[in-house]
């Protein structure tokens, strides 16, 4: 069976029902970091007096899963409703192909690694 990677860049403060979506579609790995950065927005600059300072990128959550590909699009969506506030900086979704997985500990690959 192939694998995808899902990553999902999403507000910290939905974080919370985006794991718990994705874990509800039965997904219980994944991982999370915190990520800087802006998408289609660039940086704007912002003036303090008469001097121009660059607004630092945004705080976000990046949540990853690898999962059978049949669960894709049932786990986007989640995500989506999830996520989903309505304004700008909601955030994006990424789906790839993964190649292979092995677990380190027993050598399993493919699926049964995930």
Known sequence: ??????????????LEEVKTAVADVGVSGMSVSDVRGAGNSPELPIFFGNQEIQVPLPVKSKLVVVVPEDKVEEIV??????????????????????????RIRTGERGEVAV
């Open 77 to 102: 969506r989640a995500i989506i409703l999830a996520a989903a506030t309505g304004e700008p900086g909601d955030g994006k979704i990424f789906v790839e192909p993964v190649l292979d997985a092995l």
């Open 1 to 14: 069976m192939k694998l995808k990677r899902i990553s999902a860049i999403v507000r910290p403060h939905r």
